[in-house]
């Protein structure tokens, strides 16, 4: 099933191209149109989308600025589309609408989903959904990272399973090796942070503080402090409330409420309601006989103890000493006291916990290797065959001694695991470093991809390769730019059977000048410029039936009236829709 990413692009002011809209389907996507009209502006326009370099020399001369507007169908659940929610984009029914603008002073901005986002975001989703091969612009299986990722899919289940069982113990062996490293390069500070907490515990220990004891101190504090007081204000208020001794004429609360009862009492009997008042009087006089005894007490037992007080505040002092060390109060000191006991226990145990550690990750390293030795035995076996698919594939594209190979090799670090004999370094997808090289022609030495051919060669190999990984590599769009340079006849015809070919799977647009791979696509947009020079919205349109036909005609013998290059135009087609 064909993934369908790209829907449309509309693009002004950008080099010729005026204002012009490019409308996109699944499948084999052809741009097709005469030298200099505009073709590689549709690859230029997309670079923009998926976060390229802004150059002001594209604005188109008298613009301010040049705009790429694009609608882009992210599939569900992809990581391309949790980057974009992130980033705060919003979906339109189902799409992204990304936008790019550049000034003519070469400023830029881009949108995604309606928000204002960085330019990195629109490179990050570009990994995920669009391959460029061209000349300018290579992409996807060019990264390193990306060629072992292509390695590991195209070996399927040889190098998932053990890849999987790999990945763990090397997260627990990371792990291990952390808290390991955190032990032992910080023992100096660890073992000062154990003897910090064992004598703040012991200062603790040696005062004993009990819970709530500093507000019981202080409350205790306060009434010692101002015991003479306190004893003369009861004295006084008790011989209001019941009288004093030494002053037998003098008219105390008691008594008047006494009074106040019995003449009540004469006549409760007439009045109910005045009964109830001598009643709440009698209760009275009982609530002022309990007070004027407890204020009577009270003055007996308070003794102004200058001992005690002082006691009191050394203790005070005491408590004070620590909550300015280890916490706002008796409370915040016994809680720094929990935790760093727990805390001293741990640091204690370092060396029992070091043997542990150390024993683990020795342990864990000698699984490592014998899984990181299975890993490239895996891909080794898998890279000759993925090789040797790619080089069938170039024959048939012109290239007919290229020769492709893959190189597995590892860095040797004595920190490293073991593989053949050697100690390597090792990451989290094995140790091993994957690279793709070519050997254009006999003779000739095999070198990187990026560095052993020329642009139009390297678009052959990256489609050489897209075919024969056609299915697992996740991008689900590629665009081919100059994938037929220098190259034409039967070559072409097999460049466009071969797009044809990954177009099942993917969605595929290439530009193009040859007839041959033009045929094969599904649908063809002629880019055309009008009289001015420039290309306008109705520049880019698609070709159906009879315009297919005279366009074909003019990329075979530029006559599109020839009625050879018209047969065989029409040829072309047919045996390009037999093919498929």
């Given amino acids: 099933m064909v993934v369908f990413v790209l829907e449309e692009m509309r693009i002004r002011s950008l080099g010729v191209i005026d204002d012009a809209v490019v409308e996109l389907s699944p499948g084999f996507t052809a741009v097709t149109g005469e030298t200099g009209a505009g073709k590689t502006m549709v690859v230029t326009s997309l670079g923009l989308l998926l976060g390229g370099r802004a150059d002001a020399a594209l604005v188109r001369i008298g613009a301010r600025n040049a705009v790429v507007e694009g609608r882009i ?57 669009v391959a460029v091969h061209g000349q300018t612009d290579q992409q996807g299986l060019l990264k390193l990272s990306r060629q072992r990722a292509a390695l590991d899919r195209y070996a399927g289940d040889a190098v998932a399973a053990p890849l999987t069982k790999y990945a763990e113990a090397y997260r627990r062996l990371r792990a291990v090796s952390n808290e390991l490293d955190e032990i032992t390069t910080r023992a100096r500070e660890r073992a000062q942070e154990a003897d910090m907490l064992r004598y ?49 004429e003098g008219v105390d609360a008691a008594t008047l409420v006494a009074g106040a009862h019995r003449a009540l009492e004469a006549v409760r009997s007439h009045d109910a309601a005045l009964a109830a008042l001598a009643d709440r009087i009698g209760e009275l006089g009982i609530l002022l006989g309990d007070v004027a005894g407890e204020l009577a007490g009270y003055a007996d037992d308070l003794d102004a103890d200058p001992l005690r007080l002082a006691a009191v505040e050394e203790r005070r002092a005491a408590l004070t000493a620590l909550t300015r060390k280890y916490g706002a109060g008796v409370a915040g000191v016994l809680t720094w006291a929990e935790e760093g006991a727990a805390r001293l226990l741990e640091l204690d145990g370092d060396d029992e916990r070091i043997g542990e550690l150390t024993a683990e990750r020795d342990s864990l390293r000698r699984e490592l290797s014998g899984m990181a030795q299975a890993l490239t035995d895996a891909r080794t076996e898998a890279a000759s065959r993925f090789a040797a698919a790619v080089t069938a594939e170039l024959a048939s594209l ?32 094995g140790a091993d470093e994957v690279e793709l090289l070519l050997a254009p022609h006999p003779g000739a030495p095999a070198r990187p991809i990026a560095k052993g051919a020329s642009g139009g060669e390297l678009s052959r190999v990256m489609l050489a390769v897209e075919v024969v990984f056609a299915g697992t590599d996740p991008v689900p769009t590629y665009l081919f730019d100059e994938v037929d340079a220098g190259v034409g006849g ?27 791979v033009a045929a094969f696509a599904d649908r063809q947009l002629l880019v055309e410029k009008t009289n001015d020079g420039s290309v306008t919205r109705s520049g880019v349109k698609v070709l159906e039936g009879e315009e297919r036909v005279r366009e ?29």
């Fill in 73 to 129: 169908t992210v599939p569900p659940g992809g990581s391309a589309l949790l980057r974009a929610e992130e980033a705060g984009a919003e979906l339109d029914d189902g799409a992204l609408l990304i936008s790019r603008t550049v000034s003519a002073e070469g400023r830029s901005r881009a949108h995604l989903g309606g928000r204002s986002v960085p330019v990195g975001v629109l490179a990050e989703l570009a990994d995920e959904l």
């Fill in 200 to 248: 703040g515990l012991d200062e603790i220990a040696a005062v004993e503080p009990r819970a709530g004891e500093d507000a019981e101190l202080a409350e205790e504090a306060e009434r010692l402090g101002h015991a003479e007081a306190l004893a003369s204000a009861a004295t006084v208020a008790h011989a209001a409330l019941a009288g004093n001794p030494e002053d037998p």
């Fill in 398 to 429: 012109a290239m007919p001694h290229a020769r492709v190979s893959f190189d597995i090799r590892q860095t040797e670090d004595p920190e490293g695991v073991e593989v053949d004999g050697r100690t390597v370094a090792y990451g989290p997808s």
């Fill in 552 to 580: 074909l005609s003019r990329m075979l013998a530029g006559q599109e009236d020839s009625e050879t290059a018209r047969a065989h135009a029409e040829e072309l087609l047919a045996a390009a829709r037999a093919d498929g």
């Fill in 490 to 516: 039967k070559a072409a015809v097999e460049i466009g059977r071969r797009l044809a070919k990954l177009a099942k799977s993917a969605q595929v647009v290439v530009v193009t000048h040859l007839p041959q």
